[in-house]
């Protein structure tokens, strides 16, 4: 591949692929079309391209081959991003019960303005329980899978325990549904972030120079996924790094990971789409039964 393809895929693939599929579904929005199924179709024209482009040029050539993990996290895909456009849809119908009287969605805003408002809530609820989730126990058992994977690629965005999701988004849905915010702006900032996600976990060598700092980008989020957990609590942030900033919590480290430096210290977690749903459950079993034991209370 000649240097200047190589230049083009590393500055240009985030602004055009994402930039375009954002301003895509945003357009669909202004117009007021449905965004079912279109939403989510834009979203994986987004997802292919990034897959097609980590074949191109991968950040690490060794993680372009399969740890008996790619059906697995076809499937997290496809349930997570099934996930989404159903807890969209449900939005919906529960927003229909919020009275006029109470909602205090500034929908006479811009529309670019209140899709801001959505993707600030829905961040910071994401930081707040994706932080949470690396220091309280059963929260931790339901966000392992995530950091289970071996390599990072275009798929493990999506890898991740339904329950965990929920619970990642809940108090930022929340907020908005009392807020009786429209349910089509939650259901495109949810498709523009998925596509964020492909980037954010590729296999891709690409850059966005100084604004690394800002959006959480492949560059510093594989900090987050380093294998000592220790040195793994930092840039918690799904889109923006605002949060990380503020909290400090933001790295950001100028070195590459090497090929063994993702995962989780402990090599015993299942690879099997249902042993990963079951697993945190036994887990948490588990540690209930240790601190149960006599020797535990004694």
Known sequence: MNNCL????RWFSYPVIFGGTAGWMIWQLSEGLPY??????????????????????????????????TLTDLLHLIVNLSVI?????????LGDWVPD??????TDLPLWCQLLIVAMVLDLSLYGMHRLSHYVPWLWHLHEPHHSAERLYWMNGERRHPLHAAIMAGPGLLVLFAMGTPSSLVATWFGILT????????????????MRNVISVAETHRWHHKREFEDA????????????????????????????????????????YRAQLAAPFKRMSQARRTRNTPSARS
């Open 36 to 69: 079912w199924p279109s939403t989510a179709l834009i979203a994986v024209v987004g997802i292919i391209l990034v897959a097609m482009l980590e074949r191109l040029q991968p950040f690490r050539q060794s993680w372009l081959a399969d740890h008996h993990d």
């Open 233 to 272: 609590q930092v840039n918690f942030g799904e889109f923006l790094l605002l949060w990380d900033h503020l909290f400090r919590t933001f790295y950001a480290g100028t070195d590459k990971l090497g090929d063994a430096q993702v995962g989780l210290q402990e090599r015993d977690s299942p690879t099997a």
């Open 101 to 106: 009287a109470a909602r205090t969605f500034p």
């Open 6 to 9: 190589r230049f083009m895929i």
């Open 195 to 210: 596509v964020h996600l492909a980037f954010q976990h590729s296999n891709l060598d690409y850059s966005l120079g100084w």
């Open 85 to 93: 456009q159903f807890t969209a849809a449900v939005l919906a119908r």
